[in-house]
Structure formats: C-alpha cells, structure tokens
C-alpha cells in the first residue's frame, strides 16, 4: 500500500515561488507515474501536471505551462512541484497522486495524499 504526503504548501504573494513535495512511502515510486491535482473552492479537480515513471516525459495543463515544473526523484522516493510566477487563480489545494504502471496520457490514480494548502494573496 502507498502513502503518500504532500508539503511545501502556504501563503505568498503574487509573483512569488513555492516548492511542493510529495514523499512516498510503503512501496517504490520506480513503478508508478505520478501527478499532480488542484482543487480551487467551488471549482472541479483539474489535473496539473504529470510525470512519467522514469521522469522521461511531462505534461501540464495550458494555465501552468512556462510556470511550473514537476520533477521527482525516485532514490528519495519523491515527486516535486515548483512553481514560479504564482498567481490568485493558483490558489488552491494541490494533491498528489500515484497510478502503478500507469502512463500519463490515461493517467487514472490509484493512490491520492491529503493534499497540501496553497493561497497566493498580497
């Protein structure tokens, strides 16, 4: 069974940058694609950004693209999410999710966090 916890969350100003984490535990990330979700009040879950098992290919929604970049390290057993230039629309919760053997064109989730808090506000 996979855990999975994110960090890195909190307030900042527009413009600012924050770097979410996602530490896995229970089972190697060497088999899963893994992705990140937002989730603003009122609106639907959209995907962010995914990232395939060996990090040899991403992807990210329009809004995000030229802003944020997913990486991860499969030795620390962790996936990140930096992102630059935040903006009030960013403001959300973010979550991370794991599919084994999954590709991220079909990404479908298997395993979800608990999601991390995160307010761009002057």
């Known amino acids: 069974q996979l855990q999975l916890v994110e960090s890195g969350g909190g307030l900042v100003q527009p413009g600012g940058s924050l770097r979410l984490s996602c530490a896995a535990t229970?089972?190697?990330?060497?088999?899963?694609?893994m992705a990140w979700f937002r989730q603003a009040p009122g609106k639907e879950r959209e995907r962010v950004s995914c990232?395939?098992?060996?990090?040899?290919?991403?992807n990210y929604t329009d809004s995000v693209k030229g802003r944020f970049t997913i990486s991860r390290d499969n030795a620390k057993n962790t996936v990140y999410l930096k992102m630059n230039s935040l903006k009030s629309d960013d403001t959300a919760v973010y979550y991370c999710?794991?599919?084994?053997?999954?590709?991220?064109?079909?990404?479908?989730?298997?395993?979800w966090g608990p999601g991390t808090q995160v307010t761009v506000s002057s």
């Open positions: 999710a794991a599919e084994k053997w999954g590709l991220c064109a079909a990404f479908q989730a298997d395993y």
């Open positions: 229970g089972n190697t990330l060497d088999y899963y694609s």
């Open positions: 990232i395939e098992r060996r990090g040899d290919g991403t």
